[in-house]
């Protein structure tokens, strides 16, 4: 298995507000979410679920919003905002 160097910063509390950078990769860098064609993004079945979840994030965390997303065939990058003011409790709504 491939050694990685950490990605996060020692001791940082990730649920403080701020905005964070967000990049998902697939396994093996596999193509799942579809492909690029003329220079624009075509999303399959699986880069629609990607695009659907992430549109579905602050229904289910309620100090949570979105900034900017870019889905790509094989990784997604997105920008998501936490916002802890006038949140009871850690913010979590379960899937309805």
């Known amino acids: ?19 964070y950078f967000v990049t998902i990769c697939t396994k093996d860098r596999k193509e ?14 699986y880069g629609e679920i990607v695009n659907q979840c992430w549109y579905e ?10 900034d900017s997303v870019v889905i790509m065939p094989n990784h997604f990058h997105g920008i998501i905002v936490i916002n802890n003011k006038n949140i009871v409790g850690n913010g979590f709504k379960p899937f309805q």
């Not at 990605?7 to 905005?19: A, E």
């Open 1 to 19: 298995m491939i050694k990685r160097k950490p990605n996060r910063l020692r001791d940082y509390d990730y649920s403080q507000d701020g905005y």
């Open 32 to 45: 799942f979410f579809g492909r690029v064609k003329e220079e624009k993004m075509n999303l399959n079945n």
């Open 57 to 66: 994030l602050p229904k289910h965390y309620l100090n949570c919003s979105l």
